[in-house]
């Protein structure tokens, strides 16, 4: 084989080592997931639909976390003037960790009209991890306090988790499956322009390791011819 197709061989061989790396490569996964919204409210037990959606960002130790609801819910006899509903929320955590996360978020913008669904803003809190795995994050017990009444609506379709980040708790830890941890302090980076930053120096380690390679084969057989 000439020294021209040998360094063609060696690249195309790089870049497909490359590309299975990306495939393998773990990311958090989100969905968008419908709840069925039961609320009891100062007149009485009233009932909505919502798709909500979570998202994680890596923030210092741990992960900051935003709860948005994509439709309105329950609603107000009388109009809402701005800043009178404040909204607060719970996220269930399950998988490798437990318990609960508080998000919460600003009073309202903008009056709310009597009689409409009630647009919930963005709600967000930290999460740290306690424990190394895979941990979800399904939406919980919605709470509006207007005017001096509360208002709290349960999910009641036991709606799936909206978001599963693959964490590392500080310091290590234990992962789900009872393995021991041993990537340290390193947490992981969740979004995906930090996942393609990452495969692209593991990428160009590999190929700067098939040039090498192509480069000592080269030498090599000009050494031999030199000799003969």
Known sequence: ???????????????????AVWMAAPVAMAEVVNVNYTCD????????????????????????????WQKGVSSSPLELGAGAMKPSAT????????????????????????????????????????ESGKVTFTAG?????????TTTCTPSNSPGPSLTLDVTAAGGGTSSDGGSDDSGD???????????IALGTL????LLAGAAGALWLTRRGRTARARR
Do not use: C, F, W
């Open 91 to 130: 996220i269930k955590l399950g998988g490798a960790d437990s318990g609960t996360l508080a998000v919460t978020g600003p009073a309202n913008e903008a009056a709310i009209p009597e009689n409409t669904p009630i647009k919930i803003n963005d709600l967000s809190g930290t999460y740290t991890p306690k």
């Open 203 to 206: 990428g160009g380690t590999v």
């Open 141 to 149: 017990v919605l709470t509006i306090k207007a005017m001096g009444t």
């Open 1 to 19: 084989m000439s020294n021209r197709k040998r360094t063609a061989a060696l690249a195309t061989a790089a870049a497909l080592a490359g590309s």
């Open 41 to 68: 409210t100062p007149i009485g037990v009233k009932t909505a639909v919502s798709p909500i959606d979570i998202k994680g960002v890596k923030s210092g130790s741990g992960y900051k976390i935003t709860m948005s």
């Open 186 to 196: 390193a947490l992981p980076q969740t979004g995906p322009e930090d996942s393609a």
